[in-house]
T-cell receptor
Framework: GENVEQHPSTLSVQEGDSAVIKCTYS??????FPWYKQELGKGPQLIID?????GEKKDQRIAVTLNKTAKHFSLHITETQPEDSAVYFC?????????????FGQGTILTVHP | DTAVSQTPKYLVTQMGNDKSIKCEQN?????MYWYKQDSKKFLKIMFS???????INETVPNRFSPKSPDKAHLNLHINSLELGDSAVYFC????????????FGPGTRLLVL
C-alpha cells in the first residue's frame, strides 16, 4: 500500500519568512496530492492540491511542487503570518483505483513567531 | 451553513460501553469517509461509502460498524469500547470517489475511561 513520509515534524519560523514542508510517497500510481491545514480543535481543511499532470501550482502565498520521478512533493508558504500557525498534512491518493483513499503524512507543526 | 457536521463533538464514556457518532453532509456529495486521528495527530482512513455502499474497509476491528442510511449520512457505531479507541474521529465527504477534494467535519473527541 501507499506510504507517505513528511518532514519536518516541527517547523518554527519568524513572521515574513518562508516555510517549506516536504513529502515523499511510495506508490507510483498515486496521482492526486492534497495539502491540508488543521487548526487547533478543528477538522483538516484543504489549502491546495496538485494532480500528476502538472509540476507546480500556486495560490497567493502558497505553492506546491511535484516531482513524479523522485516521488516527492513540497508545500511552500511565503511571507508567513502568525495565522499560518497550524498542523499541516500532505496526502496522496491513487485516484479512482483507490476509491479516493487518502494516505496522510505524519503532519508538520508550523509555528510562526510575530 | 455547515457543510459536514458531526455529533456529538465530545464523547466521554466507560470501557465496555457502546456508542455512536453521527455525520451529515449537505454538499450533495456521493462519497463519505471516516478517519481516526490518534494522540500523535496521525490521520488514518477507516471506512468509505459511495451512495450507501461500502467501498473502503481498512483493517479496523469489527467492533466498529459504519452505517449509511442515505448518501447524506454516515454514522459510526462502536461496540465494547476500549481505552485504545480514545481518539478524534473525523467524517469527510467528496463529490465522487477518486481525485476529488475531501471536506472534513469538525471531529468527535472520544475519551474512553
Amino acid at each position: 500500500g501507499e506510504n507517505v513520509e513528511q518532514h519536518p515534524s516541527t517547523l518554527s519560523v519568524q513572521e515574513g519568512d518562508s516555510a517549506v514542508i516536504k513529502c515523499t510517497y511510495s506508490d507510483s500510481a498515486s496521482n492526486y496530492f492534497p495539502w491540508y491545514k488543521q487548526e487547533l480543535g478543528k477538522g483538516p481543511q484543504l489549502i491546495i492540491d496538485i494532480r500528476s499532470n502538472v509540476g507546480e501550482k500556486k495560490d497567493q502565498r502558497i505553492a506546491v511542487t511535484l516531482n513524479k520521478t523522485a516521488k516527492h512533493f513540497s508545500l511552500h508558504i511565503t511571507e508567513t503570518q502568525p495565522e499560518d500557525s497550524a498542523v499541516y498534512f500532505c496526502a496522496a491518493s491513487a485516484g479512482g483505483t483507490s476509491y479516493g483513499k487518502l494516505t496522510f503524512g505524519q503532519g508538520t507543526i508550523l509555528t510562526v513567531h510575530p | 451553513d455547515t457543510a459536514v457536521s458531526q455529533t456529538p463533538k465530545y464523547l466521554v464514556t466507560q470501557m465496555g460501553n457502546d456508542k455512536s457518532i453521527k455525520c451529515e453532509q449537505n454538499l450533495g456529495h456521493d462519497t463519505m469517509y471516516w478517519y481516526k486521528q490518534d494522540s500523535k495527530k496521525f490521520l488514518k482512513i477507516m471506512f468509505s461509502y459511495n451512495n450507501k455502499e461500502l467501498i473502503i474497509n481498512e483493517t479496523v476491528p469489527n467492533r466498529f460498524s459504519p452505517k449509511s442510511p442515505d448518501k447524506a449520512h454516515l454514522n459510526l457505531h462502536i461496540n465494547s469500547l476500549e481505552l485504545g479507541d480514545s481518539a478524534v474521529y473525523f467524517c469527510a465527504s467528496s463529490q465522487v470517489t477518486g481525485r476529488e477534494t475531501q471536506y472534513f467535519g469538525p471531529g468527535t473527541r472520544l475519551l474512553v475511561l
